[in-house]
């Protein structure tokens, strides 16, 4: 149904060129990244905190402030995730106003299900009839479940050692799936070769513009749920960095459109040591931000020349926040320590945000007293194998009283939290 939009255009992030609102990404001029551009005075006379929540609770209650026009977009109920107070994992980490954002609940069990159901509604607005991605495994399941739910014909592109659990989250959703020999940057050259052969909508590719829109929903989601207010330091997984740089984008338009007060929200940024070309950059003091060969058992992070991790570097430095990394097994004991503490099973990015964030709480960059939000953008049971080795296995008796009394309660092992 055909509705209106505010956006106005697309703008070149380097020369300022503007473009009209197709599946196009990258300045003809200089090849810069384009950004979507709105009429925030528009936006700001139609939506007020009550407009908002009378909204549905999911991502669209912010349609407002994304690129869509119609009233129909693509939806299977992403979005108004929760934010939990986390004061026990806060406690481990010395920190008194620790918050979780819980991303691993949405409906493929990524943040990923925010970008591309903007994505997939821009794709069915532009007329196209086949949806794609290049994917290091989380947007493969969430472009297949929207193309099922949007009637788009599915491609999705993984590297080649993607986990299990991952391929088999993307395939039950029916997209052709293609394993291509070589790392995610190899995938992402392909796709953009393709998105220019055949016209496809690729997400991440000549969709970007638009994809990338609906992390800023992971700001609006905080803002509203913390009372109209955006935090003072939040944390967030950095792949190709369009995460990090769209919930700075969005606490900003917030404050634009007056929907929160002025506050300087300083983002840190975490990496995967095996995979840190943003955090080598900030701790070089570089701006540029020199590719590297990913290895790391963290997946969803291992993006080697990360598109926007110039821009990430700059939001990191503008607000006063730094960027970190974990090495795998500092990985995995994250991921425990926020299972252990909070009851939330997180995957590897997970993992990786909770190590970095305890790192910059030791060296006092997280200080105690802020009010702290940490993004966790990935259900662990996709990568299970990645704290498999850290547990402890379970018991195993025959069905009688003794059994358990001899083996478990009075066994040669130590019980867990049991006198
Ligand atoms: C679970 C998870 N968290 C965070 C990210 C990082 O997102 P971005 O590539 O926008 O930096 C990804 C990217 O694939 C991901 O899968
Ligand atoms: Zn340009």
Same mark, same amino acid.
């Given at each position: 149904?055909?509705?209106? %939009? ?7 992030? *380097? ?7 197709e599946a ?23 939506? !007020?905190?009550?407009s908002?929540a ?10 407002a402030?994304?690129?869509v026009? %119609? ?10 995730t929760?934010?939990?107070?986390a004061d ?8 008194d ?12 069990y !990524? ?9 997939a509604?821009?794709?069915v #607005?532009l ?6 991605c ?12 929207a193309?099922s739910?949007?009637?788009l ?24 799936l293609? =394993? ?5 940057d ?30 800023? %929903?992971?700001?609006? #989601?905080?803002?509203e =749920? ?20 769209? *919930? ?7 404050e634009q ?10 983002f ?15 701790? #070089? ?7 590297v ?29 730094a960027?970190? !990394? ?7 004991a994250?991921?425990?320590?926020l ?14 945000t ?13 200080k ?8 966790i ?12 080795e850290?547990?402890?296995a ?10 358990? #009394?001899?083996?478990?309660l ?6 867990a939290?049991?006198?």
């Amino acid at each position: 149904m055909a509705g209106t %939009t505010f956006a106005t255009g697309l703008r070149c992030r *380097i020369c300022g060129e503007g473009y009209p609102l197709e599946a196009i990404h990258a300045c003809e001029r200089c090849f810069g990244p384009l950004e979507v551009v709105y009429d925030y005075q528009a936006v700001k006379s139609a939506i !007020s905190h009550e407009s908002i929540a009378a909204g549905p609770r999911t991502i669209w209650r912010y349609r407002a402030l994304l690129p869509v026009a %119609t009233e129909t977009p693509v939806d299977l109920g992403v979005g108004c995730t929760p934010l939990i107070r986390a004061d026990r994992l806060g406690k481990a980490l010395g920190l008194d106003n620790l918050y979780l954002k819980n991303d691993c609940v949405n409906p493929t069990y !990524s943040f990923k299900d925010r970008v591309v159901a903007v994505a997939a509604t821009r794709a069915v #607005e532009l007329g196209l009839d086949t949806f794609a991605c290049a994917s290091t495994g989380n947007l493969a399941c969430a472009v297949a479940a929207a193309s099922s739910v949007a009637g788009l014909k599915c491609f999705v592109f993984v590297p080649a050692d993607l986990e299990l659990s991952k391929i088999i989250n993307a395939l039950v959703y029916g997209p052709n799936l293609v =394993q291509v020999d070589g790392n995610y940057d190899q995938v992402n050259r392909l796709c953009s070769e393709l998105a220019d052969e055949y016209g496809w909508g690729f997400a991440n590719v000549n969709l970007r513009p638009y994809y990338a829109e609906g992390s800023k %929903t992971l700001a609006f #989601e905080v803002a509203e =749920q913390l009372g109209w207010e955006a935090p003072d330091h939040v944390v967030v997984p950095i792949a190709s960095g369009a995460l990090m740089v769209k *919930i700075d984008k969005g606490f900003r338009e917030l404050e634009q459109v007056g929907l929160i007060a002025p506050r300087n929200t300083r983002f840190s940024g975490a990496q995967a040591e095996g995979c840190s070309p943003v955090a080598t950059a900030f701790a #070089e003091g570089r701006d540029d931000v020199r590719p590297v060969k990913p290895n790391t058992f963290v997946r969803s992070l291992a993006i080697g020349d990360p598109a926007d991790g110039p821009f990430a570097l700059q939001v990191a430095r503008r607000t006063g926040g730094a960027i970190g !990394s974990a090495s795998d097994p500092e990985v995995a004991a994250g991921i425990s320590l926020l299972a252990r503490t909070e009851g939330i099973f997180a995957e590897t990015a997970g993992g990786t945000t909770v190590a970095v964030l305890k790192k910059l709480a030791e060296q006092g960059i997280v200080k105690r007293e802020e009010r702290v939000v940490a993004y966790i953008t990935g259900n662990g049971l996709k990568t299970p194998d990645a704290v498999a080795e850290e547990l402890s296995a379970p018991f195993k008796i025959a069905p009688t009283l003794s059994a358990f #009394e001899d083996q478990v309660l009075h066994g040669d092992r130590q019980l867990a939290g049991v006198r």
